[in-house]
């Protein structure tokens, strides 16, 4: 007759390769998970820089309008070393701060229309592109310490287009490259 503890012995011998292999299993699942993960976030040219995870509920800066060839809405959002440079009005940004431009296609509301009664209301229609300014005084002094990215469903755009960013956010030279000023 087998006691209790040599059953539960056996028991658990039986059980823990199982466990192993669940393990195992799962830390596979995962890693092919991450690894699939950052294979759809490719890094832009010249900046190296790649989508920064959770921007998209980083706090508002400001919001624009662009007419033109743009005609879009775009929504301009910061990290939180951003927000705090902002809000303490001192300039240079540090390093570490990242400041995203949203942008959607500028459309009519006909819904919004109706409960108007005029034809007044524009809303956002489908995301154009994603552009980020990643500051990294050393790394990017070349282009002011801004990196530059701009991203299109994942993908990010050509070497041609990046090197466009810099030369064009020279005016900006005394708000350390950045036009967009905090909305009171
Ligand atoms: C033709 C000039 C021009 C080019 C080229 C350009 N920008 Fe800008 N950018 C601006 C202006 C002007 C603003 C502010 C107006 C706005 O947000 O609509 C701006 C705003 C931004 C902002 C928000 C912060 C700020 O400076 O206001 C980011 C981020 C940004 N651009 C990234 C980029 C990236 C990345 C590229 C290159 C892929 C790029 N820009 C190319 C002119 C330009």
Known sequence: ???FRTWSKIV???IAPLVGAVITVAAFAAFSFTASGHATKEAAPISGVRVPPGYRDWKLISVAHEEGNLNDLRAILGNDIAIKAYRSGKLPFP????IARLAWTHVPSEENNRAFGRIQSFVTGSGTN?????KDARKYAA???WGYAQFKDGKPADEGLHKTCFPCHEPAKSRDFVFTQYAP
């Open 1 to 3: 007759m087998k006691d």
């Open 95 to 98: 390093d570490g701060t990242i």
């Open 130 to 134: 994603i552009q980020f300014m990643v």
């Open 143 to 145: 282009t002011g310490g």
């Open 12 to 14: 658990l011998k039986g």
